[in-house]
């Protein structure tokens, strides 16, 4: 005997997973947190993010798209095992994706799900999202629509016309011209400079360039993290690294010892907001704790610096940390501490005075904010 209302739970499953792929492409968070149950859960361990309930579920989207340059993601029908008003199954996506700081990739995908009967129909339980396939490597195409803030040139509607190509975004890295008119003003301003082709190229100079053993304060970076130099330097004990010993100090009592160890490192590795091509460094922060030994109170600073940070001048340096890292941090900061971000202090290096203490690793690729 044919079992109708089984073929109508899954008909009406398959169309739950067709809209919430519908939801994300369409950047609707309101209604892909709906396809939920009101505690059901969202969970992508490869990220990691954990989002509980529509609430969560909603803002958590609404940061994470903020974030996009573009997002495409396809659903291919998997498995649905129904048990009366549960169901379980398995949905199959490839996605494409680049986001505001130039990270960007192709991958494959498993969504394991729970799904639940209700008054309003088949939910979400749960859905757990297992990266199977991963390529990282930089994508031919673009997205059709301008990038918000651009490098250079009029951004106005009024400049817009048809047919025409966008000014380039905050996020696209900078042509080798470019590099190379930063990297010659710094020299001029005392920097030593090197232009590598990567981050994997820029990670193996940073062990080059630190002493086994050497005190080592990494900042508050995007780039370290991406690149893997923060886990060199804070998880491998080949260093005195600084900010481990930081985090075990209670804040209550050791305030005075925390200032201390922040402001004159032997070393300070971190990246910067922008570079000019008329050979400046621009720094921006919440708080200012890491702004110190980058200023002058480490004995030596290296900053990695991914291509799309290279702007023409200062002014523009500033509209590329209000426009573009800015609200990219600001995203971070509310998923990781639950609190805004803000541009509280700004450090503009114009110059190196002492010789030999400043190195500037400029990569070819983008990485970081």
Known sequence: MIDFQAIA????????????????????RPRLASLFTPDGALRMPNIPV??????????????????????????HPGTILLDG????????????????????????????????????????AERVYEVRYLDTSPLAGTAPTAARGSRTGPTGPEHATAGTASAPSFADPASSEQLERAAAALSTNGFAVEILDDAAAARARVKDLLPEGAGVLTGASETLRLSGIDEDINGGGRYDAVRPRVLAIDRATGAEEIRKLLACPAFVVNS?????????LLLASGSGSQLPANAGGAAHAIWVVGA??????????????EEHALPLENARAQAVYGMPSAVNRLLVLNAEPRPGRGTVLLLREAIGY
């Open 9 to 28: 739970d899954r008909v009406e499953i398959e169309a739950l997973r067709g809209e919430f792929t519908d939801a994300a492409m369409m950047r609707d």
């Open 50 to 75: 954990e989002q509980i309930g529509r609430d969560e579920i909603r803002a958590g989207g609404e940061r994470l798209q903020s974030q996009w340059d573009f997002f495409v993601q396809t659903t």
């Open 85 to 124: 008003d549960t169901a379980t199954g398995r949905a199959y996506i490839q996605e494409l994706a680049r986001t505001l700081d130039g990270r960007q990739g192709l991958n494959y995908a498993v969504y394991h799900d729970r799904y639940q009967r209700t008054a309003e129909g088949w939910k979400f």
């Open 272 to 280: 910067v907001a922008a570079v000019t091509e008329t050979g400046s």
């Open 308 to 321: 799309q940070k290279v702007v023409p001048d200062l002014s523009t340096a500033l509209r590329r940390v």
